[in-house]
């Protein structure tokens, strides 16, 4: 999915969400001719009805005033904050976000195409009522909503972002039909501050939120054995029609705002497993968004453009050197050089949690803690 309008989606001079990570991104896509093994389209902005199957009708109508006078913004409304500044033109290109992911889940619900990516999405931190991280209008919560509108009994959402995924918890936070699962940064470290393991689910869901809480400074190894110690079990009990899996690349041990360590390798390991899950427990339907991601020009574009080769199945070779053009490209918008080569010069390895765990381990203790509290609500054994 791609519109060169999602770019309009800026926060100002200085903050850290800054658009020319979307820009660059889609230029590397094309520098490596992805765009010729993908269909690459565009969908409008989503409207009033699809809005309101997350979103309040108060709230709406206050990004449309923001969007119109972003002074008179409505601070209560999370709207007009040092992190979700308001500017002309914010409800236009957050409903235009919104409009790919829920077009593409309509797309991949139909049939009209097994995966979906959109990069511009995953800005998951939305409530239903309130602005909150960077996040306007909650795509992922949305595109999840529209799927159960148009019959999907159970969704699976995977958010593998550095903070916590609470927006689309909360949304379904008492619905049956979503499992979401969240590996994330320790919430006594990072925003938004929630995320541990006990959150399970409201009454009427048990066990249909997962979250597993990493200590920071969690590096290659350790995450991915958190994400495959948790994520393949729960989607085998749960059986998803469908898998929407969000990947934020602030994971990444450059990035700015936050204290995990991967690299790019790792990140692209995970999204190679997902793909793998999709096939596996969802008949491959698959749905697959962006998210953070703060350095914008070394990570972003390396990260996401090999979420579109994965999904494209044209993957992209760990030591494809970057195009020259594409460097060019970098320098002219941002004024730094761009990286290299499409790795980070790792070879992802793991533990698989079946040979044991290390009670010791800050990483291992934290899947034991999520395990614990979940894995009973299907039926498993922690």
């Known amino acids: 999915m791609w519109d060169e309008g999602v770019t309009r989606y800026d926060f100002g001079p200085g903050h850290p969400m800054d658009p020319v990570r ?3 991104t889609m230029r590397l896509v094309e520098a490596l001719g992805l765009d010729e093994r993908a269909d690459v389209v565009a969908a409008p902005a989503a409207g009033e009805d699809t809005l309101r199957l997350v979103h309040h009708p108060d709230y709406i109508a206050a990004v449309r005033h923001a969007s119109r006078a972003p002074a008179e913004a409505d601070a209560r409304a999370g709207l007009g904050t040092a992190d979700t500044p308001a500017f002309a033109g914010m409800h236009e290109v957050s409903a235009l976000i919104a409009g790919q992911s ?32 960077f996040c306007v209008y909650n795509d992922a919560a949305l595109a999840i909503a529209h799927l159960l509108e148009l019959g999907a009994e159970r969704v699976a959402y995977l958010d593998t972002d550095v903070h916590h995924g609470d927006g689309v918890q909360d949304a379904f936070w008492n619905d049956p039909r979503v499992l979401t699962i969240s590996l994330h940064e320790h919430p006594r470290t990072l925003f938004p501050g929630t995320g541990r393991p006990e959150e399970t689910g409201g009454p009427d869901a048990p066990g249909c939120a997962a979250n597993v809480a990493l200590p920071a400074g969690t590096a290659d190894e350790a995450w991915l054995r958190a994400l495959h110690a948790v994520v393949p079990e729960l989607l085998a009990a749960f059986r998803p029609q469908v898998l929407v899996t969000q990947h934020g690349a602030d994971t990444h041990v450059e990035d700015p705002l936050a204290h ?11 999204m190679e497993a997902c793909h793998a899950w999709a096939h596996e427990h969802a008949a491959g339907r698959w749905l697959a968004l962006g998210g953070g991601g703060y350095a914008v020009a070394d990570v972003v574009p390396r990260s996401w453009t090999h979420l579109v080769a994965t999904a494209a199945h044209a993957p992209v070779a760990p030591e494809t050197h970057v195009p020259d053009a594409w460097r060019h490209t970098v320098h002219a918008l941002t004024r730094t050089g761009g990286p290299w080569r499409m790795t980070d010069g790792r070879q992802p390895r793991w533990r698989d949690w079946a040979d044991g765990y290390d009670p010791a381990d800050a990483a291992d203790q934290a899947v034991i803690a999520t395990r614990r509290a979940v894995y009973p609500l299907h039926g498993l054994l922690p």
């Open 102 to 133: 829920v077009a593409a889940a309509e797309d991949v619900w139909r049939g009209v195409t097994p995966h979906a990516v959109n990069f511009a999405g995953g800005l998951h931190h939305a409530m239903p009522a309130r602005a909150s991280g």
């Open 22 to 24: 979307l820009t660059l």
């Open 260 to 270: 995990l360590a991967l690299s790019l390798d790792a990140q692209r390991a995970a």
